[in-house]
């Protein structure tokens, strides 16, 4: 009896711990989003008619080294410590900051839009085998002009220099806050994994040039330990399908429950941050996980020197890990939120399609029914993140290229209708988790087209897939479902809806 009372005092203390970081690290990602989607937008468009002139078109790249002599000048030669003078000093680093993320935003735009984007840094990336190549190619190089000159400065600057030292944090953290909001480096991360995009046609130098800025200095930046993601996603994410074999499987945990989630995404933050569940995961060979433990290893060396150092850089890169993990649990509730109990393992019953609207889908699908006004501008031919959102297609096709999708969901249409694979439409996905959490069975409905079969409608149907799967339910289970969790968890969504505006 004692025994079982440890046991169960040990649960309920690491899923208070557990609830306590992952709200509050929500509580920040949102307030992070709702910062930028009010000043960073409204300052982003007339940075942006300066960095798109034909004049600073070329100048533009070297913003962040002009931002950056800031932080390095206050740490150089620090003001008289006075109220007023402190306060000028930090406006406008707060205002250099906001300077360099437009630009950073102008510049991957102009990267996203383009066809064939021109390089800025190497040449070698015009001998990609495919145009959407290059233009991975190109986000790649973006992302490593603004992110390598935060990290020098936050590697240097000591927090002995308070406002050098916030203000150098404030590069880095203000180009996360753009990078969890826009996917870029994702897109680049995620695709060259699975179809070797950044490798460089006959020439190997290059190409590992590139395999090290991606995995060792911009992937850092973006809460990526070196290469964990990518062991894990290809041969464990991969290998199950986010299916009961996956460690990162949401389906032992009800979503409609933030302490659940909770749960989750600390298992995720702390695999991702130590790669633990790698070097212990036996269904990996030796060599992977060797890679794994070196790489973590190697990792938590560098910044355990930073920290000993008293450098900002310490602090942001386990902060950012840790935003990273958050993120990616919050995706496999976006992608793989809704199984089917009855086929789990199965991507056609456990992954979610999202299409730009309901007009896109019967264009698709070939079904003829008249388009209403609303919906009439949809099209299947919309480029989101590389067409990431037709994630269905990516787990039934994992090593074709994305530009092959639209064809590829064409030809698979009447299975996935067949077989009532879930379907939805875009713009829901940046709320479809906190959706979730919440219960908005009538939110998810609008979003869901897939009409469902057994003489259900659409609520039940979103109401059953919300569940556990019975077979895989998480061991502690009935703690999740007592009374006390069940309240706390009501009243920790509505508090996150009021602060965040249910993102």
């Not at 206050?74 to 300077?99: H, Q, Y």
């Not at 290059?134 to 000591?158: G, K």
């Not at 199984?339 to 019967?362: K, S, Y």
Request: glycine share 6%; proline share 6%; hydrophobic share 50%.
């Amino acid at each position: 009896m004692p025994r079982i009372l440890h046991s169960r005092a040990i649960v309920w203390l690491r899923l208070t711990v557990a609830t306590a970081v992952v709200f509050s690290l929500l509580v920040a990602v949102g307030l992070l989003s709702l910062y930028y989607n009010w000043f960073g937008r409204l300052f982003g468009p007339l940075v942006g008619r300066v960095t798109n002139s034909r004049a600073m078109r070329h100048l533009a790249p070297l913003w962040p080294l002009y931002a950056l002599t800031l932080p390095v000048w206050l740490a150089i030669t620090p003001p008289a410590p006075r109220m007023v003078s402190l306060a000028v000093w930090f406006l406008l680093g707060v205002l250099t900051v906001e300077a360099y993320c437009a630009g950073l935003y102008v510049r991957s735009m102009q990267t996203s839009a383009a066809a064939v984007p021109r390089p800025i840094i190497w040449r070698a990336s015009w001998r990609g085998r495919r145009d959407s190549d290059i233009r991975l190619h190109r986000l790649l190089e973006v992302h490593l002009i603004y992110a390598i000159a935060p990290i020098i400065v936050t590697a240097v600057v000591s927090w002995r220099e308070p406002t050098a030292a916030i203000l150098a944090a404030l590069y880095p953290l203000r180009y996360l806050a753009y990078a969890l909001d826009m996917y870029d480096f994702e897109a680049v991360v995620h695709w060259h994994m699975h179809t070797r995009s950044l490798l460089v046609r006959n020439r190997p130098s290059a190409s590992a040039f590139v395999n090290f800025a991606m995995n060792y200095i911009v992937g850092p930046l973006n809460g990526y330990v070196p290469r964990l993601y990518e062991i894990e996603h290809m041969r464990l994410h991969h290998r199950y399908d986010s299916g009961p074999g996956d460690p990162y499987s949401p389906m032992p945990f009800r979503r409609t429950s933030l302490v659940e989630f909770s749960w989750f995404a600390m298992f995720v933050m702390l695999a991702d941050m130590t790669g633990l569940a790698l070097v212990t995961e036996r269904r990996l060979s030796w060599r992977w996980r060797r890679l794994a433990f070196l790489n973590a290893a190697g990792y938590w060396l560098i910044v355990g020197v930073l920290l000993a150092l008293d450098r900002p850089l310490g602090v942001l890169l386990p902060l950012f890990a840790m935003l990273h993990g958050l993120d990616q649990a919050k995706s496999q509730y976006k992608w793989h939120g809704l199984p089917d109990a009855n086929n789990p393992e199965d991507p056609l019953g456990n992954t979610i399609l999202w299409v730009a609207n309901e007009a896109a889908w019967r264009e698709v699908s070939d079904r003829q029914v008249v388009l209403n006004a609303s919906n009439a501008d949809g099209t299947s031919g919309r480029d989101w993140t590389y067409f990431d959102n037709y994630h269905l297609i990516h787990h039934l096709h994992p090593s074709a290229h994305f530009d092959r999708y639209v064809d590829l969901l064409r030809q698979r249409a009447p299975e996935i209708i067949a077989a009532g694979g879930i379907v939805m439409t875009l713009p829901t996905i940046a709320s479809s988790a906190f959706k979730m959490w919440s219960g908005d069975i009538e939110g998810l409905e609008k979003a869901l087209i897939t009409e469902p079969a057994d003489g259900l409608d659409k609520r039940e149907l979103i109401r059953r897939r919300l569940e556990p799967v019975p077979q895989v339910r998480h061991a502690d289970g009935r703690v999740f479902d007592s009374l006390p969790v069940r309240r706390l968890d009501q009243h920790l969504v509505r508090w996150l809806g009021l602060i965040t505006g249910g993102r």
